[in-house]
């Protein structure tokens, strides 16, 4: 196999291993603490490389989350289906987790 194909191929793996389902963005059972430090986490990992720490964003793009007046069920179809350029994560995170980012994003108004 030519050295192109072999790169090709490890390439086009690594993406599709990147758009699974994986433990790190889904929210087991659990206490209610353990559920709001899991979603912090995945805020700060799927989110904040966009949308900031704190909601307040970092890239043009963005939306200022501190400033938005969305409920949380327009929070929550955004999440899954995407907006512009925010990819849709309906494939990637389970409800249970979605409903939980919607609602510590919430936490920042």
Do not use: W
Request: net charge neutral; with cysteine.
């Amino acid at each position: 196999m030519s050295r192109t194909v072999q790169l090709f191929s490890l390439t086009a793996l690594l993406m599709l291993a990147s758009c699974m389902d994986s433990p790190e963005t889904q929210v087991e059972g659990g206490s209610d603490d353990m559920f709001k430090a899991e979603i912090s986490r995945i805020y700060g990992f799927k989110c904040a490389l966009c949308h900031g720490r704190n909601g307040t964003s970092i890239i043009k793009t963005a939306p200022n989350l501190k400033d938005t007046k969305m409920t949380i069920e327009e929070r929550i179809a955004i999440i899954k289906y995407g907006k512009t350029t925010m990819p849709p994560q309906k494939d990637v995170l389970d409800a249970k987790t979605i409903r939980g980012l919607a609602e510590y994003i919430d936490t920042f108004q």
